[in-house]
Nanobody, 121 residues
């Protein structure tokens, strides 16, 4: 089993930055792909960014390209999401996920509890 714990969320003004962290425990996630999803009130869950186990491939939603950066440290079993130039529409609960494949069409076995990001205008 894998437990994922997110941290780093909070309230920030538009144009500001936050870095989310997701620490895994229970077993190593170094061979898993990992990603960040978000869900705003009344909206469907959205895949924001993903990274494969070897860090050779990353994916970003169009809405965050150029502003968000996903990275991982397999020695620390941790994945990060650096978020710059935040906009009010980035406000959501952000969830960390881990699995063989990170996409919107696969069943992902491991999820964190979520961390709230609120961007004020």
């Amino acid at each position: 089993q894998v437990q994922l714990v997110e941290s780093g969320g909070g309230l920030v003004q538009a144009g500001g930055s936050l870095t989310l962290s997701c620490a895994a425990s229970g077993r190593t996630v170094s061979t898993f792909a990992m990603g960040w999803f978000r869900q705003a009130p009344g909206k469907e869950r959205e895949l924001v960014a993903a990274i494969n186990w070897s860090r050779t491939f990353t994916y970003y939603a169009e809405s965050v390209k150029g502003r968000f950066t996903i990275s991982r440290d397999n020695t620390k079993n941790t994945v990060y999401l650096q978020m710059n130039n935040l906009k009010p529409e980035d406000t959501a609960v952000y969830y960390c996920a881990a699995g063989d494949v990170i996409s919107t069409s696969t069943r992902i076995p491991y999820w964190g509890q979520g961390t709230q990001v609120t961007v004020s205008s």
